[in-house]
């Protein structure tokens, strides 16, 4: 009797496991949707199934995912990335095309299958195929605590409320317009409005006498937005899926990529209505167009009946870093590096007279089979970072090494950095730096390091300034570590973690994962340029374009030109006389340009195309 109710307890304990972690299943076609987001301009957006927005994802830590993505877009590729996931054992589930793999063609389907058994908090998902989730590509995903320890933290109710910038015309277009010769100093392109909640005037409502959990997520393409709320205090108690102390704030700032749940006390009766504002990061912009609102006003709605709130504006309020957040449970500070990778940001023209971004003087290209899959097919030199390409920036990282990123910023752009598969801590975070002084880390001479350093997953980068990161390398896979300004991605600027390559051998992707590439043309083995026969000849590889010609200083000569035209029309007309279809050739601009030089005195009469500026 005895051992048969030990064994039905038993059962039933298994039984209560079993039906605690869930298995949710999703067949999604991504096509295009006709919306107007912003209510101001109607676009073809990118939805599932007909609709846009996306659906917000809700999971519990412990479940998986089986997410079948059929790309109906008829003319494009297209991928999913579930940000902030770790994807332990499951690296072919990552996302981002030719790093973990193959694009998904069109009229093809591809199914996400993993497990969240590690991880709480507020995440992502979003196309990782170009600028592709600038067309609405992307929603939140949330995964909620089983117990107390996942969420030390209590609330009534949650509100997910995204945030993003918006852009009226296609990725596609924007991308062109950006990715050109006709614009040499890579100014990047202006977006048109901020959405919340993915509309523009958006109502968040309120119950009195409530604590609210609000879930801010930043799934904008380009530019940091601070948010702030009126007559209500927040409380920050989750970073990228890092549970914090609570820390009190008077506002957010978030850059694309990075999330913040916030704890918030609803007012005890519904006598008004409040402001809930998104402001842009209008240092990151090179010009301000006059008709662009920088703080648009969203309403926290206790009561229909009463008037909507005026804009807000915070003055006064207090600031804060990273190193005021700390992670719950005394995490310190890892060890000193086993390997430190050193990255010096530089953006600067190409022979081809577009504007790239680089790290350590290598502009990211794609190489012609994912890293992954060279990881995969390489066997034991899986471990050599050549075979994964000259131009993919790969690092290979021994197990369990502690790695240390330094980054040092030689460009005066602010710069969010995004690392796949990892959370990071934070050891060093300079501030801003002048133009003219850009500093770098210097090893020996740093601010003291923290004993409980800030931990997430996307970081911003100051202008001029440096960052230091750590993580231990527990996890194998291909990670891609970048800018998540996708402008800068697009213009290359990332690397690729090869992180314990023999260890990841032993990760068996589906099926599916190759045929995926047979049906868009790519191998499924060999090295970066598809090489299976001598995974060190890299012939074929795809590589940045040449450098400009020794002595021509394109950078000196726009700068000059810049300066001059910004007097003469502002820098919005720049780039409209630069994106002209009607200039085609190199030789025209550079003598156009020469010539608006001399009209206004800038250089002599007699300089030409060799005259060195
Ligand atoms: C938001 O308000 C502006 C200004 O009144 C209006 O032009 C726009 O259509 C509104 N957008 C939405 C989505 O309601
Ligand atoms: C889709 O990806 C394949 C493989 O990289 C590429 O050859 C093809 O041009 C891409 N198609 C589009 C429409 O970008
Ligand atoms: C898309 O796939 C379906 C099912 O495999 C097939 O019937 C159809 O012809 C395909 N369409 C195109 C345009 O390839
Ligand atoms: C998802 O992965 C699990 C674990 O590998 C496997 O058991 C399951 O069959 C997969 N789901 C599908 C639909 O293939
Ligand atoms: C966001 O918009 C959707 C659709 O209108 C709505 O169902 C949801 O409640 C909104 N979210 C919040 C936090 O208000
Ligand atoms: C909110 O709580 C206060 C204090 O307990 C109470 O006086 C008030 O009636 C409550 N408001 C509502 C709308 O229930
Ligand atoms: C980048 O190139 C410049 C100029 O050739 C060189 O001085 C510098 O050392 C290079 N930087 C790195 C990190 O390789
Ligand atoms: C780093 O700091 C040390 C100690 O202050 C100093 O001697 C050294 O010159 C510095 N290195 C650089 C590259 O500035
Ligand atoms: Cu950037």
Known sequence: MRVNFQLLLSTLALTTQLVASETHTFHYTAEYVTANPDGVHEKQMIGFNGKWPLPEIHVNKGDRVQLYLTNGLHDKNTSLHFHGLFQKGSNYMDGPQMVTQCPIAPNDTYLYNFTVPDQVGTFWYHSHTGAQYADGLRAPF??????????????????????????????????????????????????????????????????????????????????????????????????????????????????????????????????????????????????????????????????????????????????????????????EILDEPDHRIVLDVIMDNLGDGVNYAFFNNISYVPPVVPSLITALTAGEQAVNADVYGSNTNAFVLQPDDVIEIVINNKDTGRHPFHLHGHTFQIVQKSEAFPDDEPQSY??????????????????????????????????????????????HLEQGLAVVLIEDPLALQSQTPPDDFYQNCVNNGVPITGNAAGNSH????????????????????????????????VGLFGLYSIVQYGLEDSITDDERIQKNLLNILKANNIIPEEADETTRL
């Not at 890299?538 to 810049?562: D, R």
Request: charged share 25%; proline share 7%; glycine share 4%.
């Open 142 to 331: 949330i995964i909620h605590g089983v117990d107390e320890e996942d969420e030390p933290y209590q609330y009534d109710e949650e509100r997910v409320i995204s945030i993003a910038d918006t852009y009226h015309k296609q990725y596609e277009d924007v991308t062109k317009e950006f990715l050109t010769r006709y614009n040499p100093t890579g100014a990047e392109p202006i977006p048109q409005n901020l959405l919340m909640n993915d509309t523009a005037n958006a109502t968040i409502h309120f119950d009195p006498n409530m604590t609210y959990l609000l879930r801010f997520v930043n799934m904008g393409l380009f530019v940091s937005q601070y948010v702030y709320i009126e007559g209500h205090d927040m409380q920050i108690v989750e970073v990228d899926g890092i549970a914090v102390e609570p820390y009190s704030v008077d506002y957010l700032y978030l850059t694309a990529g990075q999330r913040y749940s916030v704890l918030v006390k609803s007012k005890p009766n519904r006598n008004r209505n409040y402001a809930i504002m998104q402001k842009f990061d209008n240092t990151m912009l090179d010009v301000i167009p006059t008709d662009l609102k920088l703080e648009t006003l969203n309403y926290i709605v206790y009561n229909d009946a009463k008037p909507l709130p005026l804009a807000y504006h915070k003055d006064g309020a207090k600031s804060w870093t990273d190193f005021d957040l700390k992670p719950v449970g005394d995490i």
């Open 442 to 487: 210097n090893e020996t001479d740093h601010s003291e390091f923290p004993k409980y350093p800030m931990i997430r997953d996307t970081v911003t980068l100051e202008p001029n300034g440096y960052v230091v990161l750590r993580f231990r390398a527990d996890n194998p896979g291909v990670w891609i570590f970048h800018c998540h300004v996708d402008w």
């Open 534 to 565: 001598d995974f060190l000849d890299l012939t074929g590889e795809n590589l940045q374009p040449q450098p400009l010609p020794l002595g021509f200083t394109l950078k000196g000569y726009v700068a000059l030109l810049v300066s001059t035209l």
